[in-house]
């Protein structure tokens, strides 16, 4: 099982009535929340692990989960509200309001960590859950509790607006990336944790720490990736683009499940990827985002539909 590990919330999407008038639709949403919905549909063995309320946007998020698959029996419950977030979409590039402050996600604590089964064999982390406290306190912990012991995936996804400490932030994603396997970031991403830094010293430095494999995502470009022994390149898959919400996880779902598919979902097989087979990952979950971008919202595709 892949197990996805952060945030889960209701994103409110832009949209006009008939009548021309603006409104807001609201979708489950969430990055770490969309890599589990992305692996499920993948026809991978996914589950979640983040804090989900008992309120009626917590039962619209299960229930989004579990029409996708993904075991949701990891995850702690509370009578706390679900984070909301409210998207705006400008030049194509989706814009982020989130509404937290005591929500069951961010609340979580290392009281709500369960022991993990041994048929977990990937956790991944990400975005806004990691800058938040008391969760991120709570995610560094449980990945330096299972790090040694199972392949672990790291999505920067940053979201300045939620970052009280940039200082503490870059800190912890220096000792994040120290113990992933895989570690993904955008453009976005690279600009905002430091604009003179280009991407290859960036993967370097993190390749150094621990990481086996660092993923620089570009776009309408397509994505780039560096190991120990390789740097490879993908082109990104022309497309009508609705909006980019959820193609970064869907990039990331993709690129484990891809592995897990090639039997090199494990910590000794990522260490010694050959370049065929990063471009073969890289290459899949391109196509694989290129759906996500072709529809509005976080919407993966399912298998059938990269048949």
């Given at each position: 099982?892949?197990?996805s590990?952060?945030e889960a919330?209701?994103?409110?999407?832009?949209?006009?009535?008939?009548?021309?008038?603006?409104?807001?639709?609201?979708?489950p949403?969430?990055?770490?929340?969309?890599?589990?919905?992305?692996?499920?549909r993948?026809?991978?063995?996914?589950g979640?692990?983040g804090g989900?309320?008992?309120d009626?946007f917590?039962?619209?998020?299960?229930g989004?989960?579990?029409?996708?698959?993904v075991?949701?029996?990891?995850?702690?419950t509370?009578?706390?509200?679900?984070?909301?977030?409210?998207?705006?979409?400008?030049?194509?590039?989706a814009?982020?309001?989130?509404?937290d402050?005591?929500?069951?996600?961010?609340?979580?604590t290392?009281?709500?960590?369960p022991?993990?089964?041994?048929?977990?064999?990937?956790?991944?982390?990400?975005?806004?859950s990691?800058a938040?406290?008391?969760?991120?306190?709570?995610?560094?912990?449980?990945?330096?509790?299972?790090?040694?012991?199972?392949?672990?995936?790291?999505?920067v996804?940053?979201?300045?607006?939620?970052?009280?400490?940039?200082?503490?932030?870059?800190?912890r994603?220096?000792?994040?990336?120290?113990?992933?396997?895989?570690?993904?970031?955008?453009?976005?991403?690279?600009a905002w944790?430091?604009?003179?830094?280009?991407?290859?010293?960036?993967?370097?430095?993190?390749?150094?720490?621990?990481?086996?494999?660092?993923?620089?995502t570009?776009g309408?470009?397509?994505?780039?990736?560096i190991s120990?022994s390789?740097?490879?390149?993908?082109?990104?898959?022309?497309?009508?683009?609705?909006?980019?919400v959820?193609?970064?996880d869907?990039?990331?779902?993709?690129?484990?499940?891809?592995l897990?598919?090639?039997?090199?979902?494990?910590?000794?097989?990522?260490?010694?990827?050959?370049e065929?087979?990063?471009?073969?990952?890289?290459?899949?979950?391109?196509?694989?985002a290129s759906?996500?971008v072709s529809?509005?919202?976080?919407?993966p595709p399912?298998?059938r539909?990269?048949?």
């Amino acid at each position: 099982m892949i197990v996805s590990c952060g945030e889960a919330l209701i994103d409110f999407l832009p949209r006009e009535t008939a009548g021309g008038a603006p409104v807001f639709d609201p979708r489950p949403g969430g990055s770490p929340f969309n890599v589990a919905i992305a692996i499920g549909r993948l026809d991978a063995s996914a589950g979640f692990l983040g804090g989900l309320s008992t309120d009626m946007f917590g039962d619209t998020l299960r229930g989004a989960l579990a029409a996708s698959r993904v075991d949701t029996s990891l995850a702690p419950t509370s009578d706390r509200p679900t984070t909301l977030a409210f998207v705006s979409v400008v030049n194509g590039n989706a814009r982020y309001a989130f509404y937290d402050e005591g929500s069951a996600g961010r609340m979580l604590t290392g009281a709500d960590l369960p022991a993990l089964p041994a048929s977990v064999a990937a956790l991944h982390f990400g975005s806004f859950s990691l800058a938040a406290e008391p969760c991120g306190s709570t995610f560094e912990a449980l990945m330096q509790r299972e790090h040694s012991a199972r392949v672990i995936s790291l999505d920067v996804n940053v979201r300045p607006t939620l970052i009280p400490d940039r200082g503490a932030y870059l800190a912890r994603l220096e000792r994040l990336a120290a113990m992933a396997d895989i570690v993904k970031l955008s453009e976005e991403d690279l600009a905002w944790l430091d604009p003179t830094t280009k991407f290859e010293s960036l993967a370097r430095r993190w390749l150094a720490a621990g990481a086996k494999l660092v993923t620089l995502t570009k776009g309408a470009e397509g994505a780039v990736a560096i190991s120990r022994s390789h740097t490879v390149t993908t082109p990104g898959v022309p497309v009508k683009v609705a909006d980019t919400v959820g193609a970064g996880d869907t990039f990331t779902g993709a690129t484990l499940v891809r592995l897990f598919q090639r039997g090199l979902l494990d910590k000794r097989a990522i260490a010694a990827l050959s370049e065929r087979d990063v471009a073969d990952a890289l290459e899949f979950a391109a196509r694989a985002a290129s759906v996500t971008v072709s529809r509005p919202g976080a919407d993966p595709p399912w298998a059938r539909e990269l048949a």
